[in-house]
Nanobody, 124 residues
Framework: VQLQASGGGLVQAGGSLRLSCTAS????????WAWFRRAPGKEREFVGA????????VFADSVKGRFTISRDNAKDTVYLQMNSLKTEDTAVYYC??????????????????WGQGTQVTVSS
């Protein structure tokens, strides 16, 4: 499976962006979809995930209440809607899919396939 991430860009603090991650084949119901990010000089950090059924999301505390994840099964695409962006959200964002147990969702090693990353820059 190949993943194509897009939607990054430059935005002012307080603004919004929507990232997309599209799979090259049907994935609905088969994988957990997750978003991670890596800021300069930092480790890859869990952002949020959508369960296989699409019925549940989980987010890192740092983005909870500001970010949401949704899925369009017809397009094999998952979206990360980012609102109230802060300068500390600046990072390269990656989407990944895998089949982790719920407790392992934030672990990047649990994901088999990754998108290429898309840069998000939030200016003050």
């Amino acid at each position: 499976v190949q993943l194509q991430a897009s939607g990054g860009g430059l935005v002012q603090a307080g603004g919004s962006l929507r990232l997309s991650c599209t799979a090259s084949e049907r994935t609905a119901g088969s994988y957990v979809w997750a978003w991670f990010r890596r800021a300069p000089g930092k480790e890859r950090e869990f952002v949020g995930a959508l369960t296989r059924s699409g019925g549940r999301t989980v987010f890192a505390d740092s983005v909870k209440g500001r970010f949401t994840i949704s899925r369009d099964n017809a397009k094999d695409t998952v979206y990360l809607q980012m609102n109230s962006l802060k300068t500390e959200d600046t990072a390269v964002y990656y989407c990944g899919i895998g089949r982790p147990a719920f407790s392992a969702v934030p672990n990047p090693q649990m994901y088999y396939y990754w998108g290429q990353g898309t840069q998000v820059t939030v200016s003050s």
